[in-house]
């Protein structure tokens, strides 16, 4: 499968790096003058979970090949678009003149209706998913890491053909499909579990200060209790772990996220103390959500004036 990257993000650069490991031919679109910045190469220093324990940890310089417009004309399987959820509007107005009979994987977290996100690319030529990779660039080095799982879901009855495509693409590569029944749900409580974070990182400035505070880590309980009626409102399903989240008492939604999930020796930690994405795009999504609503939620207005453009 030749396959196209939109960007060269951290999500991207490592799903490319595995699918060409696997046979494939990647190629990458960046923006007019990042070719020239971005090099030839990228150096991986990723912890990649589909290997053994002991073999995990891959540094490589890995040769990539970018090119800064995409033609009309081209021969590409898949376009895969994996970027922040307030670029996918220009992207996809980019890409629409230019998809082909290409599919498109929206690999995206988002909070609004992805099916009308993305028009006018053709819904037929659309797969959904989500990835489960982490990290951030330094220079031209890549510190993150991959997990052996991928989510996937559509809005039709029954996968399609492109979505068997896409699915069997990363089977074989070496991950675990797991699928959503409902995909719109699972976006829309991932998307507030992030915001629910990025209010105690407006707070303390940094992923890794949070999740190295258990006190901040109970505020993302606390913060999550506040965006529930914004879900249903919203005509969410609840989904496990925001259940569990939200029904816990914060300091054992603190204790757990300190001892189990961002264990320091843990894969989970590693990849979020090493995120440096700009934060406040998601709060600002769910406060606007609330106040259309009409839903008091305090502790996220609170950190409002802290959003930057």
Not at 100 to 109: P, Q, S, Y
Not at 121 to 128: E, T
Not at 238 to 256: A, E, H, Q, Y
């Amino acid at each position: 499968m030749k396959i196209l990257f939109f960007g060269r993000g951290v999500i991207g650069t490592q799903y490319a790096w595995a699918f060409e490991n696997a046979g494939h031919t990647v190629e990458f679109y960046v923006r007019e003058g990042r070719k020239a910045q971005y090099g030839s190469h990228v150096n991986l220093e990723i912890w990649d979970a589909r290997r053994s324990k002991k073999d995990r940890l891959v540094k490589q310089k890995w040769l990539i090949v970018t090119h800064e417009e995409i033609k009309e004309n081209h021969d590409y399987d898949l376009i895969f678009m994996s970027v922040n959820p307030e670029q996918v509007s220009s992207v996809v107005k980019y890409l629409a003149p230019r998809v082909g009979n290409a599919t498109v994987l929206f690999f995206n977290n988002f909070w609004q209706d992805p099916q009308s996100a993305i028009q006018p690319i053709p819904l037929s030529q659309i797969v959904y998913g989500f990835p489960g990779a982490g990290g951030r660039f330094e220079e031209n080095t890549l510190y993150g890491g991959l997990y052996k799982t991928v989510q996937f879901g559509t809005f039709e009855s029954e996968p399609t053909k492109r979505d068997l495509e896409v699915r069997k693409l990363f089977i074989e590569a070496g991950f675990k499909i797991m699928v959503q029944k409902n995909p719109q749900s699972w976006l829309w409580n991932h998307f507030a579990l992030n915001a629910a974070m990025e209010v105690e990182v407006l707070k303390s400035g940094s992923f890794e200060k949070v999740i190295s505070s258990p006190e901040a880590l109970a505020g993302i309980g606390r913060n999550m209790k506040e965006i529930i009626p914004v879900l249903q409102a919203k005509g969410s399903k609840l989904d496990v772990m925001t259940k569990v989240i939200s029904d816990l008492p914060p300091r054992v939604v603190g204790f757990l996220m300190s001892n189990v999930i961002f264990s320091p020796k843990s894969m989970t930690y590693a990849l979020v103390a090493h995120n440096h994405t700009k934060v406040g795009y998601a709060v600002q999504e769910i406060i606007s959500e609330a106040r259309k609503h009409g839903i008091k939620a305090p502790r996220l207005y609170d950190v409002e004036s802290l959003i930057t453009e």
